[in-house]
């Protein structure tokens, strides 16, 4: 008996550099330094506290690898997602600017978080489009640093999510359209009435703020080289929505470990791979559709412009993993000791790597062996708890 059915489809990446060191230009979208930064302003957040990084031995034991490395962001800050490093970063980021361009001092976290320049932070109004977690994490921001925030959402999105975004102060929009067009409109009415669009996605013309709300997913990532302490995995798999996650991800271990860089495996669901549709045409290509799966925080039809610049020399390795795989794998998690919390999109990555280890061909194809130490992040918990109720009851 398998441990998790699953259909996979696999595409290798011809634009690949395995054998390279960073990039030096992929330093100006991220690099260690500024992930040290971020990393030390988040820590003086209330409440910070490094989340765990589980060995899930029994589970490598059973597929026959040597190590799986799960980095748990089910409990972040209360908010139950790694997002909630990445938006709530940038408001910060974006309010010490305007602060400092009205006073001509510079501001410091402390200054935000006590509330220094709440006079001119009252004023600003913050925005974006998100299909949860990343609005969640800037409303969360937006109440904790003292400013409005308006947050637009697609049809999709569960009455559970909204009601999270709006108990935090947030106002928040539903549109009839896909979270492509959502995105679109939070941009168009930004411009309209001077608001901050402080999106995860970035796309021409706008790059600046989805950089920082990718320095802010690196504190995941400082936190889990330390914990494996002088364990460099072999192979890491990410979920991947627009792609920011994967790419900050990749390019932190590329810069760290460079030519020991892990093997680097993007996974999406398969009605929404504009990742892997891209890899295989070379360019952005987006996916139309409904882009309809239950890994809500993955249905996205268009790449991050600045993930893709990462990931196309970057990324190994794109895969596809089916629906039937994320309700079993929640399951998994539940049933492992100690029981983890895994919501829908939180298992895609570790799903694959089930998934892909169980099948011979895919193994050889990805170069997964009993000597393969996999890292993969559980990006959230019940986010969404009655989805995860029904899901887990099935
Ligand atoms: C829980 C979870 N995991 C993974 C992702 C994927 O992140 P990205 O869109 O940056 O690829 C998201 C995006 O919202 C998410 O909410």
Known sequence: MPVLQATLSHFANPAARPGDSYPPSLGDITNLDKAAQARADISRWPDYQPSPLHR????AAQIDVAEIFYKDESERFGLKSFKALGGAYAVARQLQDKIQQQTGAAVTIDDLTSGRYRSIVQDIVISCATDGNHGRSVAWGCQMFGCDCIIYVHRDVSAGRMQAMQALGAEVIRIDGNYDASVKLADSEAVAHGRIIVSDTSYPGYTAIPKDVALGYTVMLAEAVEQMGASIPTHVFIQAGVGGLAAAVCAYFWELWGTKRPRFIVVEPEQANCLQQ????????????????????????????????ILKPGADDFLTISEDAVPACMKLLLQSQPPIEAGESAVAGLGAAIAAREDAEMSRKLGLDSCSRIFVIGTEGATDPELYQRLISQ
């Open 278 to 309: 891209s890899a295989a045409r070379g360019e952005p290509v987006t996916v139309s559709g409904d882009l309809e799966t239950l890994m809500a925080g993955l249905s996205c039809g268009e790449v991050s412009l600045l993930a893709w610049e």
């Open 56 to 59: 899930l031995q029994q589970l």
